[in-house]
């Protein structure tokens, strides 16, 4: 289905509610964070590791290992948190070693706290800087998109086959329907009680907002906000971004009423993921981006968003241009648990995702994490036993 750019879908903007100098600051901010534009990158990812610049470098020692984060700030919110998360126990906290180091040294390893592994977020030049031995680069953040290069049906039957299933089984149960909200006081509402709350719900301390300063000026006035309704009540929101010059919708900000519990059981976040496909489709969008993720298959966000016939692409804006640089330095059994229970994606020379899983003679692959999605070219299984003995 060639493309054709579509009608301004929400033509007339809404009137802005700040003075013309905090609408500036606000959209600078944005575009710094989330512009496509190649040369914005470029400088971006150059002004995030210059020499004067001043990175963290921390040590994290929970459930029995260490690992040491250093270089892009992004990547102790994004990397680091899932690591501890991914290694605690029992709700223990992590103990970590924090120190702060220039932007030239944050690839010098002798400069960084010692650890069982070692990983350093930086860019896609400066990474293949560093050692080969026992490392890997991974992506900082990937993204899933749907291309609608077909017609709206075809799109919908990539989604997986279990997922269909689900939705026509939850649309026996309760009616839902999609629609639009463009009334300023319902974004308040949305803002407060679906989308902090669910944040709030879901990731209690670690939760990572957008002000509502910004979600107002630069998503809910030029952008899309949709409304999930189930048997005739408001359960959901879901807030986009619409370039119309791309022809892409983003996913940006999206929930369930007070992050309830029982909206997620009646499968409404699924809904109206399936349901906001359809409705791109049926309006002539050339491209909806569900935003991303971590490149560790074990984030549950992989998983859910790979469901929707997704393809998995570096994102667009300046984390496109960042990788990470993963060193395993011991052999512990709680670094071969580690690596066996959270399978990555690596970013090889030639550009093409592959999904790494490490197993040994007591640990199998973890097959219950998929990567079998598109943009994903293919596996690689690491034996621990033989990875430690080529050392």
């Not at 999605?373 to 690491?382: C, D, F, K, T």
Request: one cysteine or more; hydrophobic letters at 35%.
């Amino acid at each position: 289905m060639p493309f054709a750019p579509v009608r301004n879908l929400v033509e007339p903007p809404l009137p802005s509610r700040l003075p013309l100098h905090d609408r500036l600051r606000l959209g600078a901010d944005y575009l710094w964070r989330n512009n496509g534009n190649p040369l914005l990158r470029q400088f971006r990812v150059r002004w995030d590791t210059r020499r004067w610049a001043t990175l963290p470098a921390i040590r994290s020692d929970v459930g029995g290992m260490s690992i040491t984060y250093a270089g892009l700030a992004e990547g102790q919110a994004y990397t680091l948190d899932f690591t501890e998360q991914r290694r605690a126990r029992n709700s223990v906290a992590a103990v970590r070693d924090s120190r702060r180091i220039a932007g030239r040294d944050h690839t010098r390893l002798e400069r960084l706290p010692d650890s069982d592994i070692t990983i350093v977020g930086t860019t896609a030049p400066n990474v293949r800087r560093l050692p080969g031995e026992s490392s890997f680069v991974l992506p900082m953040r990937i993204h899933f998109v749907v291309d609608f290069d077909e017609d709206v049906e075809a799109v919908l039957g990539r989604i997986a086959r279990g997922e269909r299933r689900n939705f026509r089984q939850r649309c026996r149960q309760h009616d839902w329907q999609l629609g639009i909200e463009r009334d300023p006081a319902w974004f308040e509402y949305f803002y407060d009680r679906i989308y902090r709350a669910t944040m709030s719900e879901r990731h209690g301390d670690r939760q990572r907002i957008e002000s509502k300063e910004s979600a107002y000026e630069c998503l809910f006035r030029n952008g899309i906000l949709f409304v999930l309704s189930m048997d005739g009540e408001r359960v959901g929101g879901h807030l986009c971004h619409w370039d119309q010059k791309t022809g892409v919708l983003t996913s940006r900000l999206l929930g369930v009423v007070d992050g309830a519990a029982e909206h997620y059981a009646a499968g409404a976040l699924k809904v109206m993921h399936f349901l906001l496909i359809r409705w791109v489709g049926e309006n002539g969008i050339r491209q909806l981006d569900f935003q991303g993720t971590e490149a560790f298959l074990s984030k549950g966000t992989y998983q859910l968003k790979r469901l929707f016939g997704t393809k998995v692409v570096l994102p667009p804006n300046h984390f496109g241009d960042k990788r990470l640089w993963l060193q395993v330095r011991r052999d512990t059994p709680e670094v071969r648990d580690f690596l066996v229970a959270n399978p990555f994606l690596v970013v090889p020379e030639d550009g093409e995702l592959e999904a790494v899983y490490f197993h040994d003679s007591d640990r199998p692959v973890c097959t219950s994490y998929k990567s079998d999605s598109p943009g994903v070219a293919g596996q690689r299984l690491i034996d621990l036993d033989e990875f430690f003995d080529e050392r």
